[in-house]
DNA sequence: AGGCACAGCTTTGCATGCATTGCAAGGTTG
DNA sequence: CAACCTTGCAATGCATGCAAAGCTGTGCCT
């Protein structure tokens, strides 16, 4: 059996990831219109394999399509944010849970070595987008041991759209000296005692502390960078 | 001010539309390779728009696509099939704690009022997928409570996927002459205490208790209707 | 007999082009 | 002067066509 040419990636699969990083770095202001001609010339491509790319963005919610208008960037309403943080609650702490009666101990030793060994960094670290990644594979370490791709798959899309947000209350965090690496240890604590239920409970109260600086980042952050007309959906 | 052309839907919407029932009633057998001209012949178009309708697909789980091989259904393993159950009882459970907080008695009164409407339809129903209507009726108007439009949208995502497994359980369930409706009503009692814990716990044990059942009516269901190559994936 | 190579046919991948529609600027009228 | 209509441009919507890649069936070789 050979390997087919999976290595040879296709011009919409290609496409797609540059997107979706462009989408979850914010390289389209909320609300834009995205010309479909100018960003396929930038993309070295034609507007067939890019509207593909975008109709997959449509179906994750990055982006909003309108019919004889195009494809819109989607705000970010503070609502939708609580709402993101809501969802992001809601598989993590399923995930814990599920992961808590999985996880054999060396898995959790794993996870908290890797917190161990990126400690040092996190406490000198001046890059918010490296924070943010530090901390992002803790979270998505942790779900993988849910052994559940869907979970899986649906954090990695919440986590695109809310990696923005997430940034800048990180980098306020860390602006305050502290740091979240022994909020995570204490999770791993619950959970190396079986409880899947208090595990789920500290994720949770992990989660929604964060949400409520970043609803108050986001509120910063938007003010600083963007003018996002407040969409009226 | 003209209402637009909200109402004249455009292609690409109208087809994936059409694509996402046939994907939820299973019209593509698993695992099944499609053939993109003749499906757009079949729908009236051409395949520049299939293909944009199946990109979208595609980002929501329903189709594989392989570089230079073309779009593939994508198979239902058992063990998909309890990642997506697994799925659903975080994101149903969240929301049914969310919704014990936002709801007022009137909303309750309400869905209690449908449930009690559709009982005697429950009962005499012969059509599984009419069954299957009431059933997940309750659910999503329950999940709407929860005002949170991510959790929802993630919910119909999943039972979209799930729904041919659950037609064939609640055509078992129905056979054995018990329904859900007692256990619906259960929940909502739970949820007039205003523990939203104890109303997810609830919630999952209801869901989890279906999904033990779904389990084996998707291996007899499987082998009825489908021969699907247990996809290497 | 089994497997490999090659040829042809089918299907996908994507660029292009044209019709249609939205959008905006300028002109006209009340 | 403001509101409305008109007209031109630009961008989308989608069908088509061609090149490249996959698949299949046949015949040859071992």
Redesign the pocket.
């Known amino acids: 059996m050979k390997p087919?040419?999976q290595n040879?990636e296709?011009?919409?699969s290609?496409i797609y990831a540059q997107l979706r990083e462009m989408a979850a770095s914010f390289a389209f202001k909320p609300g834009e219109?995205?010309?479909?001609?100018?960003l396929?010339r930038a993309l070295?491509?034609?507007?067939?394999?890019?509207?593909?790319a975008l109709n997959r963005l449509v179906a994750e919610g990055f982006v909003d399509?309108?019919?004889?208008?195009?494809?819109f960037c989607r705000a970010l309403s503070e609502t939708r944010i609580q709402h993101l943080y809501d969802a992001r609650v809601a598989i993590e702490c399923e995930a814990v849970r599920q992961a808590t009666q999985r996880a054999r101990p060396a898995d959790l030793d794993a996870i908290e070595l890797a917190l161990d060994q990126s400690h040092d960094e996190y406490q000198t670290c001046t890059n918010p987008i490296r924070l943010m990644e530090l901390d992002e594979a803790f979270h998505m370490q942790l779900t993988a041991l849910s052994e559940n791709a869907e979970l899986q798959s649906l954090l990695a899309t919440i986590y695109d759209k809310i990696r923005f947000v997430r940034t800048a209350d990180l980098r306020r965090l860390q602006a305050t000296g502290r740091s979240t690496t022994h909020r995570h240890k204490r999770i791993i604590a619950v959970m190396r005692t079986g409880d899947g239920m208090a595990a789920s409970e500290a994720m949770r109260a992990h989660i929604q502390d964060r949400a409520q600086h970043a609803a108050e980042a986001v509120r910063l952050a938007f003010a600083d960078i963007y003018a996002p007309k407040e969409a009226s959906e």
Chains 1, 2 share one sequence.
């Open positions: 087919l040419n040879t296709d011009a919409v290609a219109r995205i010309n479909e001609s100018a396929s070295g491509a034609s507007r067939t394999p890019l509207r593909e399509f309108h019919a004889g208008r195009g494809f």
